[in-house]
Antibody, heavy 116, light 110 residues
Framework: EVRLAQSGAEVKQPGSTVKLSCSTSGYVFTDFYLYWVRQAPGEGLEWVGLIDPENGESFTAERFRGRVIITADTSADTAYMELSGLTFEDSARYFC?????????WGQGTQVTVSS | EIVLTQSPLSLAVTPGESASISCRSSQSLLHTNGYTYLDWYLQKPGKSPQLLIYLVSSRASGVPDRFSGSGSGTDFTLKIDRVQADDVGVYYCMQPMQSPPFGQGTRLEI
């Protein structure tokens, strides 16, 4: 069974950096891209970026470029997303997701709250 | 980039009736390997999205046969027969070929 387990909730101050993790199991980590998606309260899904764990190459949505770093640790089958320069508008639930046909699975999400 | 456009954006259905959601892609989702990579997910209130349909028309494990997917190339449809109260949520079509990977979502209300 494919599982994506995400790190716990974070409360951060404006201007700071948050690093989220996504621990995977049940499939070959390097076989599929892993996506990061966020969802503000009452809003739809917003794509943040993705990583190809096989080679470590990442792609970030234009609005997040320069603020997001996505990495993968193949020894731990875990992906990370670091978001810097936090503003109140970054308060949202952040998901990691495997969008891969029959294996399609999403993590439970990590709530990030930006508060002064 | 591939743009997925869903319609309608919201849908109100009486229990027992049918519902259809359209997803149009700006490019063909037919891969050179012969597979068409279009999936459907449902995000129930307060939950993570869950897989309903993969590769256009294959139901994920545990998904009732009231849910069916069809289409090819750039035009796809999710049909829900005999809608139940538990079907409420936001439905997304998704594809892994290029980013962004999903449409705007369609909200189903009873």
């Amino acid at each position: 069974e494919v599982r994506l387990a995400q790190s716990g909730a974070e409360v951060k101050q404006p201007g700071s950096t948050v690093k989220l993790s996504c621990s995977t199991s049940g499939y070959v980590f390097t076989d599929f891209y892993l996506y990061w998606v966020r969802q503000a309260p009452g809003e739809g899904l917003e794509w943040v970026g993705l990583i190809d764990p096989e080679n470590g190459e990442s792609f970030t949505a234009e609005r997040f470029r320069g603020r997001v770093i996505i990495t993968a640790d193949t020894s731990a089958d875990t992906a990370y997303m670091e978001l810097s320069g936090l503003t109140f508008e970054d308060s949202a639930r952040y998901f990691c997701a495997l969008i891969a046909g029959v294996r399609g699975t999403w993590g439970q999400g990590t709530q990030v709250t930006v508060s002064s | 980039e591939i743009v997925l456009t869903q319609s309608p954006l919201s849908l109100a259905v009486t229990p027992g009736e049918s519902a259809s959601i359209s997803c149009r892609s700006s490019q063909s989702l037919l891969h050179t390997n012969g597979y068409t990579y279009l999936d459907w997910y449902l995000q129930k209130p307060g939950k993570s999205p869950q897989l309903l349909i993969y590769l256009v028309s294959s139901r994920a494990s545990g998904v009732p046969d009231r849910f069916s997917g069809s289409g090819s190339g750039t035009d796809f449809t999710l049909k829900i027969d005999r809608v139940q109260a538990d079907d409420v949520g936001v439905y997304y079509c998704m594809q892994p070929m290029q980013s962004p990977p999903f449409g705007q979502g369609t909200r189903l209300e009873i």
